[in-house]
Antibody, heavy 123, light 113 residues
Framework: QVQLQESGPGLVRPSQTLSLTCAVSGDSISSGGYSWSWIRQPPGKGLEWIGYFFNSGTTYYNPSLWGRVTMSADTSKNQFSLKVSSVTAADTAVYYC???????????????WGKGTTVIVSS | DIVMTQSPDSLAVSLGERATINCRSSQSILYSSTNKNYLAWFQQKPGQPPKLLIYWASTRESGVPDRFSGSGSGTDFTLTISSLQAEDVAVYYCQQYYNTPRTFGPGTKVHIK
């Protein structure tokens, strides 16, 4: 059974960098064939897709985040990370990691999600 | 970007009755070479992450009750709950994975009449 678990600071100061990690169990981020994704949900609002990465190094980030996003992986720990720089209150949200967007060479749905972690941007 | 819209915003249905949610994409999400619609439906209950219900517009995810079904092609899609149960109270989102950036519909809130 594949499980994902987000972790990171719950409070980030404005203009600082938000850093989150997603630990994966039950699948390998380096050899399973899937891409790994981040999605966020501001309080009381809908879902916003942030981007995905493949362990091969291929990444795609939502242009709406204006180049503030970086995704990476630590294969030795079977986990992947998200960084969002220059945060503002608008980045306050529940952040989810998920498996999917691509599987092998083709698009694929987000089929396994973490429980989410709340990040508040405030001074 | 592909814009996803949903209707209605909110839906009140009696227990045991049918619930129908519509989703429309701003361009076709049917990929001709695979003849698949790159459309997923998610269910989100309060305080929980979204759960994949339907993908390829009409394929039910493993473990999802068969009262949930998806239909449609091209730009117009429907999620149907054939007989609403109390545990189906949730917000339902459609999402296209045809191209990037992936985009979600704004959600439809389903509650009991």
């Amino acid at each position: 059974q594949v499980q994902l678990q987000e972790s990171g600071p719950g409070l980030v100061r404005p203009s600082q960098t938000l850093s989150l990690t997603c630990a994966v169990s039950g699948d390998s981020i380096s050899s399973g064939g899937y891409s790994w994704s981040w999605i966020r949900q501001p309080p009381g609002k809908g879902l916003e897709w942030i981007g995905y990465f493949f362990n091969s190094g291929t990444t795609y980030y939502n242009p709406s985040l204006w180049g503030r996003v970086t995704m990476s992986a630590d294969t030795s720990k079977n986990q992947f990370s998200l960084k969002v720089s220059s945060v503002t209150a608008a980045d306050t949200a529940v952040y989810y990691c998920a498996r999917g967007d691509f599987y092998l060479d083709g698009p694929f749905p987000l089929d396994v999600w973490g429980k989410g972690t709340t990040v508040i941007v405030s001074s | 970007d592909i814009v996803m819209t949903q209707s209605p915003d909110s839906l009140a249905v009696s227990l045991g009755e049918r619930a129908t949610i519509n989703c429309r994409s701003s361009q076709s999400i049917l990929y001709s070479s695979t003849n698949k619609n790159y459309l997923a439906w998610f269910q989100q209950k309060p305080g929980q992450p979204p759960k994949l219900l339907i993908y390829w517009a009409s394929t039910r995810e493993s473990g999802v009750p068969d009262r949930f079904s998806g239909s449609g092609s091209g730009t117009d899609f429907t999620l149907t709950i054939s007989s609403l149960q109390a545990e189906d109270v949730a917000v339902y989102y459609c999402q296209q994975y045809y191209n990037t950036p992936r985009t979600f519909g704004p959600g439809t809130k389903v509650h009991i009449k």
